[in-house]
């Protein structure tokens, strides 16, 4: 399975973005996936997780601007950002994992498929 992002681009402060992540072929295992970003000069950050099972987890730094779903008939990922700020500007990636979480996690050591990432730059 390979992970293609788009959507990315430059944005004034306060606007919105909506990043998709499409996941080719269709993963035939169940998977949880996730949106990570590298601002720079720093480490990159789990920034959010959705479960098959509807779970979801954000990081402080987004939660309540920043929506994880997917759209499972067209094998896509998707990451509303809402309210964005010039802190917000980083490489965001989507990530896919297929171990047997109980809870939806944002770190990297849960996710086994990496995008190559998409450039978000807000002013």
């Known amino acids: 399975v390979q992970l293609v992002e788009s959507g990315g681009g430059s944005v004034q402060a306060g606007g919105s973005l909506i990043l998709s992540c499409t996941a080719s072929?269709?993963?035939?295992?169940?998977?949880?996936i996730g949106w990570f970003r590298r601002a720079p000069g720093k480490e990159q950050e789990g920034i959010a997780s959705?479960?098959?099972?509807?779970?979801?987890k954000y990081a402080d730094s987004v939660n309540g601007r920043f929506t994880i779903s997917k759209d499972n008939a067209k094998n896509t990922l998707y990451l509303r950002m809402n309210n964005l700020k010039p802190e917000d500007t980083a490489m965001y990636t989507c990530a896919l994992g297929y171990r047997d979480l109980s809870d939806p996690a944002i770190g990297q050591w849960a996710y086994n498929i990496w995008g190559q990432g998409t450039q978000v730059t807000v002013s």
């Open positions: 959705l479960l098959s099972n509807g779970r979801t």
């Open positions: 072929p269709s993963p035939q295992r169940r998977y949880y």
